[in-house]
């Protein structure tokens, strides 16, 4: 059994987030990876999140036996998670086309895919943390598939009313808050 853990920076992470309100602007500087909605006066403003992990160290015709997934609260964020009209319940789920965190936007991002997206349940703390999240079909998938695997999508089950979640990016300045991708798999 190997051991691949990866908790890039921001130099050697890929993540990006997209707004709705803003079709056409890159956000991949950010400290956040945030999946929310407002819906203030007019149509709700929308944001999802993407986010990459280098999977190359894992060989072709690998089994994986355990992926777990890591988000934590983005600590010195100027919000919380919220469930201002519901729950916050999320999707993770694999994108299926390439990207690029410069240049990707509301309106050229990238298809995913539901096969084996993963459920985020509602918080239930306005800091809460995401240890451990399984995503081991998920990345199974992603070494099966490689031609068709560019990363995760990370968007809100109900994209209306007020709701979201604050997660730290890899450009988060506190390297322990940065998403952790842990892998043990067969060759």
């Known amino acids: 059994m190997d051991v691949l853990i990866l908790q890039p920076d921001g130099q050697g992470g890929k993540d990006a987030i997209i707004r709705s309100s803003d079709p056409d602007q890159n956000y991949s500087d950010e400290i956040e990876l945030t999946v929310n909605v407002t819906a203030a006066q007019g149509p709700p403003l929308i944001q999802r999140a993407l986010f990459?992990?280098?999977?190359?160290?894992?060989?072709?015709?690998s089994e994986i036996l355990m992926a777990y997934l890591s988000l934590w609260y983005a600590e010195g964020s100027d919000s919380v998670h919220s469930v201002a009209t519901g729950p916050n319940t999320a999707f993770l789920q694999r994108i299926t086309t390439s990207w690029d965190e410069a240049t990707v936007t509301w309106s050229n991002q990238p298809s995913s895919i539901i096969t084996n997206r993963v459920v985020i349940n509602s918080s239930s703390e306005p800091e809460e943390d995401y240890p451990?999240?399984?995503?081991t079909l998920l990345v199974q998938d992603m070494i099966d598939n490689r031609e068709n695997s560019f990363g995760f999508l990370l968007l809100l089950e109900t994209e209306e009313g007020v709701r979201g979640l604050?997660?730290?990016?890899?450009?988060?300045p506190d390297p322990e808050l940065r998403p952790r991708l842990h892998v043990r798999y067969l060759k």
């Open 52 to 61: 990459e992990f280098d999977l190359s160290k894992i060989p072709d015709g």
């Open 132 to 135: 451990e999240i399984d995503a």
């Open 166 to 172: 604050y997660f730290a990016s890899s450009d988060h």
